[in-house]
């Protein structure tokens, strides 16, 4: 919608379009690994530990939203840059693009390996890998926009698969395989627990996007709204695998959704359908890849104030391609992400924003910006801008008629 | 727009360049139905598996080509062994002598031979088929008593042309008969692994009897039991010379014995009182399943008949519908038979008191009169209580027969009971401690079965056979 | 177009992320070698900035709110876009002068004008040009005359009865009049012909004449009338071909712009229905259209429509087919940005969603836009079935999309690579039919692929009604006889007409063709990489697809972006309940019926629905 009612040079999207950027994004992980983290960090409990690090994820974006009222249509480099000019916006700048290039690049490894382990066994691993870069290079080379728009699309029937899914195996559900109710006991739901924060750490999306809102009043919504779909899918997908499988086998498996896709037998017809989950699993990846790459060259594009972001999609490619190798084996790519990169994400997602935000408050607290609520902020002016009211009005209005969309 | 054709190209040509790593026509590949594994004379094991024969079973090449052969009548399946040190490797070698390669992922069903599964090293092979990808984790587990190759070979289905479909009904008839269980590799890997449960296998063997000259198989109700049917060749003793004694071997002198039944003290076998490969029966199929094999850990410790297996799966709850036999209270020496469903899942209960484990189970099915063979009015609304007294005994005494079996004999939680222990306990950690499975056998059990006739079947009121008096009534 | 816009300051910025031919054309690049060709596709070049047009909301509303420099800035857009279009309608007027430099003026002298028309028509060598001299009789004098049109094109009946007739004989009839002037005398008392137009240049009486008018010269006017005496022959109304309905309407388009103009009025009666009309092609002068009702198409679209057809430089344009492609958003996606149909029923209902039409002389297709990719897989019989049957023929004509786009490489990803998902009973018997097939399965399956589409294409051609039983024919005899030769199996003969159907069953004729382009790639994509191949179509196509615009509107609209109102997209809505027009066309009037439209279903108003809120 919002590309209608927008500039003719905008990316511009709508509520739903954001905040299907970022379940998407933060649900990617369910595909991967983290039906079984949960388990390792909790034993029976995973679920528990879920809405545990849900609910802080909730408390640290409500924080952040507080803070962020004030500044409209900016993206966190932006503010970085009021809070520190230009070394905070290169500071804050080259640290998520290191974070985006981290998870980029084990990302794309780990759902290549995947797809090679799932289904192309005898593919050499670049061969499979290619497939997930093309579909990166030519998703961000037709920018945002097209992006988001087949996210819309495609999430809610990503979600119907997983959900379907977890409906099928439900002959498989035994209520006993989540007791103990405490599982590995409290250090394990809620110390190790507080790492798995870094499962929301594709929040950062959401820092990035304000720029591309069509309705900045939305910022805060959207951000609970992909939070709180986020973790109910988490949930799901945490609670149907511990209900599936019992607790020391329920750590062995690689692909807990895909374990679970195996099970599915209805019938003598009705089974072996774990391939279909291939399509969904691929499809999902290619736009959380492509999402990814584009805000990794975005990133690096505003931060060295850079015209174009078209001539480095293909450099950064390279490079997420080349940092996916790095890792010798499977099992260390895994480590790097369930151990080295959980336990830093979750700072520069939540802890990094606030800092800068807090910053950018004290810094510019005197400031103009204050005097313009919701009107155009003065430093803005790189940025498309329309009327907010216009334009806020209209979106609501529309919103209204469009009747939930979100 | 070069540009996008340049693109285009490049895409193509490392599409070429790389080629298809994986694609594998349907026809280069052999699949494998079955996969049974023995202990080896040479090696460690001996694996044998069932391969489709596609040319039989598609009934002949295409349309109007002659050279086909004639639709269904040629082998569906034929039988490869292999000595080899592991399951994965006899594929390997299996390829040496097979033009097409060896492709899993259409097993239906895994038979373990009965010393395989005793000797405890039924893990080494279970791991590596829940590693692979091919192997369905709901592929059936089977132990067979005697040899699987032997097995194997007994099945050649007539019903059915093809065998995999023969396996998948046989392997889901405990639906409705309740004398064999549901066991998939995924389950058994896990049960195998928990502390809170047991895992179990179905029990296969091949059928060694002949029928007895006097009684022809047509209508072999509750009589002709009499006739001493119930042969059966210790599928254990003869498991190692398989080869020779399949397809009804050297005869064996009928054992009333073998069934279980005597043992329980009924005068004639009920329908669960026997094990596979002893059930009194002809047919062409000589395979067949009933019973349960118990496991502790992955050493199988050992096997309960039919009967046992309607208790497992009455007090897991798993049961769904079957014709039972009762013996009728008022007038003995006849049957009643009902069609019996478990409509709910059973209530079990916990509790530890004084470091041993009570438990509750309460069980309550649902049941349809199917026969009456006294003719006795148990319809009316007086009389049909004193049915379902003696129904909930029968029912009672069994499962506490089993559960004590399992305490007392094999001291093996196959039910699961410990998964519902654990929800005394707090963490992991707590409940480790208990060590379950090895108190187990300490447990002591409170069964209460409820069953509840609600349909006489198309009969409502049963009225006495008239005669002229001559012979008393049998 | 593309210099035009380069030197608007506004467009300084990034604007655009469209690399396009026209700017590779007008790149200049240097003579061709293997090394400039390379440096060409390695090196970015900094992107022209493109006209990029987007359907906003309606004008109204913009203003309301054009208080920032952003909003100041859309209406120098618009200002632009506007003197724009205005230049290219003055260009092309330039142009139509056609060669021989600027015409002289229409003399008072008529002897010049004969000479001027005689050279301009070259009259002798054009055999069919017809020049009648004669004398109009005014009050006492006879003045000389002369008329011009091309023999065939007129209808001789009414030039005998309508203007030469009065002009020469009932000219003596008494005359109360005082008008003095002769044009005036003439054109008020003596042409009884009803289409007569007084015009001051030559061009005007040629363009008049050259499309089966005649043009009438008196001496001692400085203006000559053109008559529209049109009777060349043409065909009459008949059924539409490609889109055949069982129930409604069944007349078609023909080849006549003006029977077909009247053909939409008849449907739409309304006055604010606007048909403007314009040229295009210096040679071939095709009249085209453009349809849209005034008080419901949104003006940018409008504008849009008329700046894409204004700026038209041809010389030749036949059919709305070429006129399609001159104004398509996008040559290379596969799917049409605009519906063709040969249905005024189908026009008139989306006209009156507020879009526009283009009519072309000399084409019954008649183009309307924008349009998304939901609309061409209805079919206009939708809206005249009852709710149940048209849902069941939009779930049906859905999956047929699916069957005809990926039905093939299904079966490559499934056979190839993922063979456990198949049942072992068909597996089996997949494996038996393919034994005594010699090709691996991508052959075999573009070996009927190509021989079904030859079948197709040979169909077409072959004339007359043979055609389509000669083609079923040989698919089943070359079928039957591929089996039997073991050349393909015979489960892929099920898969390939299974296919066909599917694609047939898509009611927009170049919709089905984008499927029939597309189902090689992911026959290609499904032989490589199995679903993972199949993954990277999807995604890929699907990024196309919503990246692509109609006419401003996203092609995916409502569903990327999300619209409100998803009324009649993939199911449709009872008539009753169609409350909305489509959102994404941003049309001046969003509501198009009342919330309750049956007024019966209220009891108080008594099935006057004037009164129903």
């Not at chain 1, 959207?222 to 986020?230: E, M, P, R, V």
């Not at chain 1, 992400?337 to 810094?363: D, G, H, N, Q, V």
């Not at chain 2, 080869?243 to 069934?259: L, V």
Request: charged share 20%.
């Amino acid at each position: 919608m919002g590309a209608i009612t927008g500039m003719a040079s905008d990316i511009t999207f709508g509520g739903w379009e954001a905040v299907a950027l970022i379940i998407n994004a933060i649900c990617a992980r369910i595909f991967l690994n983290f039906p079984r983290e949960v388990a390792e960090d909790a034993g029976t409990a995973g679920w528990l530990e879920t809405v545990y690090f849900s609910i802080l994820a909730f408390l640290l974006f409500y924080i952040i939203a507080r803070l962020y009222a004030r500044f409209n249509r900016k993206d966190i480099l932006d503010i970085a840059g009021l809070a520190g000019g230009e070394t905070g916006r290169i500071i804050g700048g080259l640290l998520l693009l290191g974070l985006i290039l981290f998870a980029g690049a084990l990302i794309l490894r780990e759902y290549t390996e995947n797809m090679k382990i799932i289904s192309l066994t005898d593919s050499p691993l670049g061969f499979v890998m290619m497939f997930f870069a093309v579909a990166m290079v030519a998703a961000c080379f037709l920018g945002l926009e097209p992006i988001v728009r087949f996210i819309a699309v495609s999430v809610p029937i990503i979600t119907a698969g997983l959900l379907f899914i977890v409906l099928m195996v439900a002959p498989y559900y035994d209520p006993t395989h989540l007791l103990p109710a405490l599982g590995n006991g409290f250090y394990g739901i809620f110390g190790k627990g507080f790492f798995k924060l870094s499962t929301y750490s594709p929040l950062v999306y959401l820092f990035l996007i304000p720029p591309f809102l069509k309705d900045q009043k939305s910022f805060r919504r959207i951000g609970y709204t992909a939070l709180g779909a986020s973790a109910l899918l988490l949930l799901i997908s945490s609670l149907a695998y511990s209900l599936v499988y019992s607790y020391p086998t329920s750590l062995e498996n690689f692909l807990p959704v895909f374990q679970l896709a195996r099970l599915i037998n209805y019938g003598r017809f009705f089974q072996r359908l774990e391939s279909v989950f291939v399509l969904t699993f691929a499809i999902s990846a290619m736009q959380y890849l492509g999402v990814i790459l584009f805000f990794a060259v975005h990133v690096f594009k505003k931060t060295f104030r850079l015209e174009y972001h078209r001539p480095i999609i293909l450099p950064f490619a390279v490079i997420m391609f080349s940092l996916a190798f790095v890792p010798s084996n499977l099992m260390t790519a895994i480590d790097l992400e369930t151990k080295t990169y959980m336990t830093f994400a979750w700072s520069i997602t939540f802890i990094l924003p606030i800092i800068i935000l807090l910053l950018a408050r004290l810094r510019a607290a005197p400031g103009p910006l204050g005097a313009h609520p919701g009107g155009s902020p003065p430093t803005g002016g790189h940025l498309p801008e329309s009327s907010p009211q216009g334009a806020s009005a209209t979106y609501r209005r529309r919103r209204s008629k469009g009747g939930g969309a979100l | 727009m070069r540009r996008i054709v340049a693109v285009m190209l490049l895409l193509v040509l490392c599409c070429g360049l790389a080629g298809c790593y994986d694609a594998k026509e349907v026809d280069d590949l052999a699949y494998v139905l079955a996969v049974g594994l023995d202990k080896g004379q040479t090696n460690e094991l001996k694996v044998t598996m069932q391969l489709a024969v596609p040319n039989a079973l598609g009934g002949g090449g295409g349309g109007g080509v002659s050279g086909g052969s004639g639709g269904g009548g040629g082998k569906s399946s034929s039988i490869i062994t292999v000595e080899a040190p592991t399951l994965t490797s006899s594929l390997n070698m299996a390829n040496n002598f097979l033009s097409r390669r060896l492709e899993l992922s259409h097993a239906e069903v895994a038979v373990f031979s009965e010393d395989l599964a005793k000797s405890g090293t039924i893990e080494e092979y279970l791991r590596g088929m829940i590693r692979s990808r091919e192997f369905r984790p709901t592929i059936n587990l089977v132990v067979c008593k005697g040899s699987a190759e032997e097995y194997l070979k007994s099945i050649k289905p007539t019903l059915d042309l093809d065998p995999a479909k023969y396996y998948e009904l046989t392997f889901s008839a405990y639906r409705y008969t309740g004398l064999s269980i549901r066991s998939q590799l995924e389950e058994f890997y896990a049960d195998m692994e928990s502390s809170g449960v047991q895992p179990v296998a179905v029990l296969a063997g091949v059928n060694k009897s002949k029928p007895p000259k006097g009684a022809q198989s047509g209508g072999s109700g509750k009589g002709d039991q009499s006739g001493g049917s119930g042969d059966s060749a210790q599928g254990d003793q003869s498991g190692g010379s398989g080869k020779e004694s399949q397809a009804g071997g050297p005869q064996q002198e009928a054992k009333p014995e073998e069934s279980t039944g005597q043992s329980k003290g009924r005068p004639q076998p009920f329908e669960g009182d026997y094990e596979a490969g002893s059930i009194p029966r002809t047919g062409d199929v000589k395979g067949e399943i009933e019973g349960l094999a118990v496991f502790d850990g992955a050493r199988m410790v050992g096997e309960m008949d039919g009967e046992a297996a309607t208790d497992y799966l009455l007090v897991n709850g798993d049961f769904h519908t079957a014709y039972k036999t009762f013996a009728d209270p008022e007038v003995t020496g006849t049957y009643v038979v009902l069609d019996v469903s478990q409509k709910s899942k059973p209530v079990r209960r916990v509790k530890i008191v004084d470091d041993k484990p009570q438990i509750t189970v309460q069980i309550a099915v649902d049941a349809d009169i199917q026969t009456i063979q006294s003719g006795y009015n148990y319809e009316d609304t007086k009389q049909l209580p004193i049915l379902e007294q003696a129904a909930e005994t029968q029912l009672k005494d069994e499962i506490v027969r089993f559960l004590g079996r399992t305490t007392g004999e094999f001291h093996s939680d196959i039910c699961g009971f410990g998964d519902h222990a654990r929800g005394l306990f707090l963490t992991w950690k707590d409940w480790d401690d208990y060590h379950w499975l090895q108190r187990y056998k300490d447990a002591t059990f409170d069964v209460g079965v409820k069953v509840r006739i609600r349909r006489p079947g198309m009969i409502l009121r049963s009225e006495p056979m008239e005669s002229s008096g001559g012979a008393s009534r049998r | 177009m593309g210099r035009v816009m380069t030197d608007s300051a506004y467009f300084s910025r990034e604007k655009t992320t469209m690399i396009t031919i026209a700017k590779i054309r007008a790149g200049g690049q240097p003579p061709m070698n293997l090394l400039n060709t390379l440096k060409g596709l390695l090196i970015y070049k900094e992107p022209e900035p493109v006209e990029k047009f987007i359907l906003r909301e309606n004008d109204n509303e913009a203003s309301l709110s054009n208080q920032t420099d952003n909003k100041q800035t859309d209406n120098k857009q618009q200002d632009q876009k506007e003197n724009e279009s205005d230049r290219g309608t003055k260009k092309l007027k330039r142009q139509d002068r056609g060669g021989g430099g600027e015409p002289p003026p229409i003399s008072r002298m008529l002897q010049n004008n004969l000479d001027y028309i005689k050279e301009r028509f070259s009259v002798p060598t054009n055999s069919d040009v017809m020049i009648r001299e004669f004398n109009v009789i005014v009050g006492k004098k006879a003045i000389p005359a002369f008329m011009v049109y091309y023999d065939g094109m007129v209808d001789r009946i009414v030039v005998d009865t309508d203007i030469l007739m009065p002009l020469m004989l009932l000219s003596n009839l008494d005359i109360k009049s005082g008008d003095a002037r002769i044009d005036v005398y003439i054109r008020n008392h003596l042409l009884t012909h009803n289409q007569i137009k007084e015009v001051e240049e030559f061009d005007q009486v040629l363009g008049e004449v050259n499309f089966g008018g005649c043009g009438i010269f008196v001496d001692g006017m400085n203006t000559a009338f053109a008559a529209d005496v049109k009777g060349f022959e043409h065909r009459t109304v008949e059924r539409p071909n490609t889109e055949m309905v069982i129930q409604g309407p069944q007349e078609g388009f023909t080849e006549t712009i003006r029977v077909n103009t009247a053909l939409i009025r008849k449907k739409l009666k309304d006055e604010n229905l606007i048909v403007e009309d314009h040229l295009v092609g210096e040679r071939s002068k095709t009249p085209c259209s453009i349809l849209y009702i005034k008080n419901l198409a949104n003006d940018s679209l409008v504008a849009e429509v008329r700046r894409r057809l204004g700026s038209i430089k041809v010389d030749y344009v036949q059919d709305s087919g070429e006129i399609e492609q001159l104004i398509e958003d996008s040559t290379y996606i596969t799917s049409p940005q605009m519906v063709s149909t040969e249905r005024p029923d189908r026009v008139a209902a989306m006209l009156t969603e507020g879009r526009a039409a283009v009519i072309v002389h000399g084409s019954p297709f008649v183009l309307v836009m924008p349009t998304t990719a939901f609309e061409l897989i209805h079919s206009p019989e939708d809206s005249y079935l009852r709710v149940p049957y048209a849902n069941l023929l939009r779930c049906i004509r859905t999956i047929a999309i699916l069957v005809a786009l990926l039905l093939p490489g299904l079966y490559m990803a499934i056979t190839n690579f993922h063979q456990e998902m198949i049942p072992t009973g068909l597996l089996l018997s997949l494996e038996a039919a393919r034994e005594k097939v010699p090709f691996p399965s991508i052959v075999e399956i573009l070996i009927m692929e190509v021989s079904f589409e030859l079948i197709r294409e040979a169909g077409i051609r072959i004339p007359g009604t043979i055609g389509p039983t000669l083609g079923i024919i040989g698919a089943l005899i070359l079928g039957q006889a591929a089996v039997a030769a073991s050349i393909v199996s015979p489960i892929l003969i099920i898969i390939v007409a299974v296919t066909g159907l599917g694609s047939f069953a898509i009611p927009s004729y170049s919709y089905a063709y984008s499927f029939r382009i597309l189902r090689f790639g992911y026959i290609v994509l499904g032989s490589v990489a199995g679903f993972l191949g199949l993954s990277l179509g999807i995604f890929l196509q699907g990024m196309l697809l919503v990246s692509s615009k109609s006419f401003g509107v996203p092609f995916f609209a409502p569903f990327a972006p999300r619209t409100a109102g998803l009324g009649d997209t993939l199911l449709q809505d009872p008539v009753w309940k169609r409350e909305r027009r489509p959102d994404y066309l941003n049309p001046k009037d969003n509501f198009r019926q009342p919330k309750i439209s049956r007024g019966w279903t209220r009891q108080n108003n008594g099935g006057d629905n004037r009164n129903g809120k």
